[in-house]
């Protein structure tokens, strides 16, 4: 708390009087009680943003599913357990945001039946249908009066090209693109923003330098809006 | 580790000269490079074992999959990812041991394609078919020289009823059953003992102290065997 309480001390406040949510961690989509589906997701990337913008001098909301990391002290925290928890949570209190980040890896598809009872292995081989759950990036991004929205995407291949796709079919001003080998359980990250500018791509540094570095570049962004 | 070494000091060494091992946490079963089916485990049930057994003067083997919890010192750690990873570690290790207990929530099921690729979420409904995974316990209490084996059954309903099928069908000297929502996450646990002679209702308490009572009891099956 001491060492905290110097970082923030020393680090300029840049985001004074912004109001910051980010969403951090995977969510779990539950076949029944005990088993789900998920993403491996550390959390570590969406903390080191959240501990960054509350050092910068922002009000910042967490919205977080499930992680192993240590969760940062930030205004206002939330757990959301699965994409729906997730979403109701987003929207609960996306009205008073400057800046959203969605940093979670939630769940795309999620049972189209949960059992409340422990599923007993009878089968030799069983079938599950998914269906798609709600996008919550892309849905803040379409609210008739949206925060400043930077999507992060973790790709396993054509990481630019898929970042760039993805940020025009969500309407992003900003979206933040990674190798999902590089970044995943990593302190280290290499990233590329992308925004109506173009590419910038950044150093490979540890995440809470990175995270400092988007949040540099998201202020030079926010005072030409 | 000084509070562990006086912890230590003044446990009984019931348990020296034996040879334990030990599964813990749970296995995620991968769809892509990103996506798994896993169990809500905390891992600490199966930590506390480790830790007691240490305690009790055992050599202990752990072998781990996905945890949140810290991981206790132990003779020998192996981490497992997925539920074939568990199985192929335990069989490596497993010819030396006098007793095992299997206590990782191990995915019953694996997908029958995994992605090399991130899958792109495309579809609107997305069919998985999912074959079963090897059963660690069954096949190790099935060897020709078995170790001592204890199952853990969490279920989230016929708790006992189930475990006694359970202890049947794997044919185990013992098993542990315990209610899913009580067990799950947290610190404290309430177990029943399932052995020849019937069944051991344990008052609720830290896991730590059933892990004590479980390899108490453990002792006397072992000097009967």
Redo the contacts between chains.
Sequence with gaps: ALVEGVQTFFTPKLLAGKKIMITAGST?EM???????????SGKMGFALAQMAMRMGAETTLVYGHT?APRPLVSHAHFAATADDMYHTVMQHIAAQDVFFGVA?V???KP?MRS???IK?S??????????NKDILADVASLPNPPYCVGFA????QVIEYAKQKRLAKRLPMIVANQ??TA?GNDNNQVTIIDSKGEHTLDTDLKTNIAFKLLTHLKTQLDLD
């Design positions: 779990m076949l029944d009680p005990v088993r789900g589906i998920t993403n491996l997701s192993h890896a769940a795309d598809y189209n409340s009872q422990k292995k089968e030799d081989i069983l079938t599950i249908d998914l269906i798609k973790a790709e396993t291949e999902v080998m995943m």
